[in-house]
């Protein structure tokens, strides 16, 4: 293994999984803290998903220090904490108190850290954060109802956060490439400095920190600055060129979509599959009772599975989802929702579904924890942000694509099947 990361949310480990996968690098994420138990993959990159973002700063460190120790048992040369590019986090934590903790536990010293991942139009200048062309705290991240960014400047920020000191790595500096971006970094380590905020607004910048990382212990950002560590092991004759990275075995069985997003996306996404594929929908209104929701989905799919692919959606436009949470509570009703989802899912791998989408972030967390995935596979991308993985844990192994909400274009059901037989 090349490079161990420890992601501190579930779509965000995927993220960085699909950045390295593109660039050459085989790639597996497990799911949760890998006990003792769990066998080393033969691969070149192993991303920890952790949901460490919001939980208290304590656990989040002892969870991140435990996934650590793994990676190291598991021979890692590089490590790779990774966070949100936009920097989502409390006052008190958790990026400051976790990266902390790594440094200590690798004895380091020094980290950079650069959320910038220009492609999705985040990017940091002077230590200012940007997202989608306003500052962080001017971009609608000041509402987040978990992590308010309320403040762009990343170094204050961080300072807030960490017990050492914060130096950045000015845009002039970074323009002129690895060399200049290397010695920077030198110099605030040995001024005693534990961390450089460093500046980069487009993928070449990226690429170039990456390089001037190449001997640092540990790398800590968005997905956006791993782009440049495939090549430095690369470079060092560690990684060859050869090898298909997003190659996946075939899985014979079924195919079948689960929703539980209501973004805009997934919906336009569902309109389209109406078209060509049986669709159920499960009404949470009208019986709001997560066990007979999912029965009656299986009933409708049991003569169906193995045909098309099958679809059962909880997806609902805003009114309605409106009135069920009116009516149980917000919380109530996306636990009521995803715990049937989840259900659903499990019925259909247990009549034959081996291959299965899953659109919505809170409703992929959900449906891998039900089916008791442990680890996946990353494979080749269906649409941006969104491979299929194969899965294994308690279950028997599976194609799995998890979707975020937003993510992929208004015929991704189709497209997700017809590219496993290209
Ligand atoms: P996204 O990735 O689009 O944010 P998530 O799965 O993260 O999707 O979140 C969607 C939430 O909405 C889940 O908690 C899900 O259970 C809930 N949900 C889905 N359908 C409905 C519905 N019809 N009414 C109320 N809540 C719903």
Same mark, same amino acid.
């Given at each position: 293994?090349?490079?161990?990361?420890?992601?501190?949310?579930?779509?965000?480990?995927?993220?960085?999984?699909?950045?390295?996968?593109?660039?050459?690098?085989?790639?597996?994420?497990?799911?949760?803290?890998?006990?003792?138990?769990?066998?080393?993959?033969?691969?070149?990159?192993?991303?920890?998903?952790?949901?460490?973002?919001?939980?208290?700063?304590?656990?989040?460190?002892?969870?991140?220090?435990?996934?650590?120790?793994?990676?190291?048992?598991?021979?890692?040369?590089?490590?790779?904490?990774?966070?949100?590019?936009?920097?989502?986090?409390?006052?008190?934590?958790?990026?400051?108190?976790?990266?902390?903790?790594?440094?200590?536990?690798?004895?380091?010293?020094?980290?950079?850290?650069?959320?910038?991942?220009?492609?999705?139009?985040?990017?940091?200048?002077?230590?200012?954060?940007?997202?989608?062309?306003?500052?962080?705290?001017?971009?609608?991240?000041?509402?987040?109802?978990?992590?308010?960014?309320?403040?762009?400047?990343?170094?204050?920020?961080?300072?807030?956060?960490?017990?050492?000191?914060?130096?950045?790595?000015?845009?002039?500096?970074?323009?002129?490439?690895?060399?200049?971006?290397?010695?920077?970094?030198?110099?605030?380590?040995?001024?005693?400095?534990?961390?450089?905020?460093?500046?980069?607004?487009?993928?070449?910048?990226?690429?170039?920190?990456?390089?001037?990382?190449?001997?640092?212990?540990?790398?800590?950002?968005?997905?956006?600055?791993?782009?440049?560590?495939?090549?430095?092991?690369?470079?060092?004759?560690? =990684? #060859?060129? +050869? !090898?298909?990275?997003? $190659?996946?075995?075939?899985?014979? /069985?079924?195919?079948? @979509?689960? &929703?539980? %997003?209501?973004?805009?996306?997934?919906?336009?996404?569902?309109?389209?599959?109406?078209?060509?594929?049986?669709?159920?929908?499960?009404?949470?209104?009208?019986?709001?009772?997560?066990?007979? =929701? #999912?029965? +009656? !989905?299986?009933?409708? $799919?049991?003569?169906?599975?193995? /045909?098309?692919?099958? @679809?059962? &959606?909880? %997806?609902?436009?805003?009114?309605?989802?409106?009135?069920?949470?009116?009516?149980?509570?917000?919380?109530?009703?996306?636990?009521?929702?995803?715990?049937?989802?989840?259900?659903?899912?499990?019925?259909?791998? +247990?009549?034959?579904?081996?291959?299965?989408?899953?659109?919505? /972030?809170?409703?992929?967390?959900?449906?891998?924890?039900?089916?008791?995935?442990?680890?996946?596979?990353?494979?080749?991308?269906?649409?941006?942000?969104?491979?299929?993985?194969?899965?294994?844990?308690?279950?028997?192994?599976?194609?799995?694509?998890?979707?975020?909400?937003?993510?992929?274009?208004?015929?991704?059901?189709?497209?997700?099947?017809?590219?496993?037989?290209?």
């Amino acid at each position: 293994m090349l490079l161990g990361a420890i992601a501190d949310d579930f779509t965000g480990a995927t993220d960085l999984c699909s950045m390295l996968v593109r660039g050459g690098m085989r790639t597996v994420q497990l799911i949760g803290v890998p006990g003792p138990d769990v066998p080393v993959p033969d691969v070149d990159a192993v991303v920890v998903a952790l949901k460490s973002r919001t939980i208290p700063a304590g656990q989040a460190v002892e969870e991140s220090l435990a996934a650590l120790k793994w990676l190291q048992a598991a021979g890692a040369r590089q490590y790779f904490f990774k966070y949100c590019s936009t920097f989502d986090s409390t006052e008190r934590g958790n990026i400051g108190p976790v990266a902390d903790a790594l440094v200590n536990a690798l004895d380091c010293g020094f980290a950079l850290a650069c959320p910038a991942f220009p492609t999705n139009a985040r990017t940091v200048y002077l230590g200012y954060l940007f997202a989608g062309g306003s500052l962080l705290n001017e971009s609608g991240m000041e509402n987040h109802p978990l992590t308010p960014m309320t403040d762009a400047n990343l170094v204050r920020v961080l300072s807030r956060q960490t017990e050492g000191t914060v130096g950045l790595v000015p845009f002039v500096t970074v323009n002129q490439g690895a060399q200049a971006i290397r010695d920077a970094m030198t110099q605030l380590k040995e001024r005693g400095r534990r961390y450089a905020i460093v500046d980069a607004i487009t993928d070449e910048h990226l690429i170039a920190i990456g390089e001037a990382a190449a001997n640092h212990a540990m790398i800590t950002g968005g997905s956006g600055v791993a782009m440049g560590l495939p090549a430095n092991f690369r470079r060092q004759g560690l =990684l #060859s060129d +050869a !090898a298909d990275p997003g $190659a996946l075995p075939m899985v014979a /069985g079924a195919s079948a @979509v689960v &929703a539980g %997003s209501c973004s805009r996306a997934t919906l336009a996404q569902l309109g389209f599959a109406r078209n060509h594929l049986p669709v159920f929908e499960i009404d949470a209104l009208a019986t709001p009772d997560a066990a007979a =929701l #999912s029965e +009656a !989905a299986l009933a409708w $799919a049991s003569d169906k599975i193995g /045909g098309k692919p099958v @679809v059962i &959606a909880a %997806s609902a436009p805003p009114e309605k989802v409106a009135a069920l949470q009116a009516s149980l509570g917000r919380e109530q009703a996306g636990a009521l929702v995803e715990d049937a989802v989840a259900r659903i899912a499990e019925g259909l791998v +247990a009549r034959g579904v081996r291959k299965l989408v899953v659109a919505g /972030g809170e409703t992929s967390g959900s449906v891998v924890g039900r089916l008791g995935v442990r680890s996946l596979r990353i494979g080749g991308e269906i649409d941006p942000g969104v491979p299929w993985t194969l899965a294994s844990g308690r279950g028997p192994d599976l194609m799995l694509a998890l979707k975020s909400g937003n993510f992929g274009a208004t015929d991704f059901f189709l497209k997700a099947f017809r590219v496993l037989e290209a």
